[in-house]
C-alpha cells in the first residue's frame, strides 16, 4: 500500500519565513500558481481517498491538487506543530528572545512559551497516524505541513535522520511503501 504524504502549498507565512503552525492562514496567490504547475506530478493517481489537516492551507491545496478525487477528509492530528508565542514571528523578530533561542537550539528538549513540546507534538501525531494507515483498505493522500511530515519521516521511516534534514518543498513530499510491517519510501518529484 503507498501512502502519499504531501505538503500543503506556499503561504504569505511561508514566503515571508513566519512561524504560522496553528494559524489558520491560506494558500498564496504564489502558492496558488505553484500549486497547479505541479498537477502533473499527481496525473496518475486517480481516485483516491485523500486526507487533510483541519487548517485552510491543507484543504486548500487538496482541492487544487486533488479536487475531483473521492473524499476529502479532515484529521486534525495532522496539523502543525502549536509554536506558541513564536506564531506569526520571523527569526528576526525573536533573535533577541532567550526562549527562542533555547528552542531553536534544542527543539527536542525546550518548548516555545505557550507552544507544544517536540514530544507532545510527536505524540499528538505519530500514534494517531498509525492508526489510521492501519485501517487504511487502499493508497491514500495526507495533506499536511512540513513539520507533521519530517515527524513522520524521522520516527517511522529513518530515524538517523534529524527532524530538519528532511526537506520538503510546497506541494511535494514523500511517499510511504508499506509491505508486511515494513516502510520504505520515494521523493515526490
Not at 512561524?19 to 481516485?47: F, H, M, P
Not at 487548517?55 to 486533488?66: G, K, M
Not at 523578530?93 to 527543539?107: E, S, T
Amino acid at each position: 500500500m503507498k501512502v502519499y504524504l504531501v505538503r500543503h502549498g506556499k503561504t504569505v507565512g511561508n514566503e515571508e519565513r513566519r512561524y504560522t503552525g496553528q494559524s489558520n492562514v491560506s494558500v498564496s496567490k504564489n502558492g496558488l500558481d505553484e500549486l497547479i504547475s505541479l498537477k502533473y506530478i499527481y496525473k496518475d493517481i486517480k481516485n483516491l481517498p485523500v486526507y487533510t489537516s483541519s487548517l485552510n492551507r491543507t484543504e486548500e491545496t487538496a482541492r487544487i491538487l486533488f479536487g475531483d478525487y473521492k473524499h476529502i477528509d479532515s484529521l486534525p492530528f495532522m496539523n502543525e506543530t502549536d509554536f506558541g508565542d513564536f506564531e506569526g514571528l520571523r527569526y528576526t523578530d525573536l533573535k533577541q528572545d532567550a526562549n527562542y533561542l533555547m528552542w531553536i537550539n534544542d527543539i527536542y528538549n525546550e518548548i516555545p512559551k505557550n507552544g507544544e513540546s517536540y514530544i507532545a507534538f510527536k505524540e499528538r501525531v505519530i500514534t494517531p497516524f498509525l492508526n489510521h494507515i492501519n485501517k487504511l483498505t487502499e493508497d491514500s493522500i495526507y495533506v499536511t505541513h512540513g513539520g507533521v511530515i519530517r515527524i513522520i519521516m524521522s520516527s517511522l521511516v529513518d530515524s538517523n535522520v534529524a527532524f530538519f534534514d528532511w526537506e520538503i518543498p510546497n506541494g511535494k513530499g514523500y511517499i510511504l511503501c508499506l509491505v508486511e510491517g515494513r516502510i520504505t519510501y520515494e521523493v515526490i518529484k
